[in-house]
Nanobody
Framework: QVQLVESGGGVVQAGGSLSLSCVAS????????MGWFRQAPGKERELIAY???????TYAESVKGRFTISRDKTKNSVYLQMDTLKPDDTAVYFC???????????????WGQGTPVTVSS
């Protein structure tokens, strides 16, 4: 089975830090640029960090300067270092990967189950 699994979420006080990890496993033929989304209750899912095709990271304005995305392509993994966390960062964080399962398959979106992050005042 193909799956993305996030880890590292938890509860932290404002100003603290958390590190998230996501590992893709299974019979992917090819995986594209992995990234991170988050979704707060009652809100739309928000793209917060991802890689451009040239390999450079891009961030949503709400997290720029505080979050850092990194990856290890050999391990099909992506990471998110979150510093100076704010209560507004409270959300479920999702790993995302575009991929295809064979050379003749179309690309599709793969999602992790999400890892919750709660930032208290």
């Amino acid at each position: 089975q193909v799956q993305l699994v996030e880890s590292g979420g938890g509860v932290v006080q404002a100003g603290g830090s958390l590190s998230l990890s996501c590992v893709a496993s299974g019979s992917f033929f090819e995986i594209g640029n992995m990234g991170w989304f988050r979704q707060a209750p009652g809100k739309e899912r928000e793209l917060i960090a991802y890689f451009l095709n040239d390999g450079s990271p891009t961030y949503a304005e709400s997290v720029k300067g505080r979050f850092t995305i990194s990856r290890d392509k050999t391990k099909n993994s992506v990471y998110l270092q979150m510093d100076t966390l704010k209560p507004d960062d409270t959300a479920v964080y999702f790993c995302h990967a575009p991929g295809r399962l064979s050379s003749c398959s179309s690309w599709r979106d793969f999602w992790g189950q999400g890892t919750p992050v709660t930032v208290s005042s």
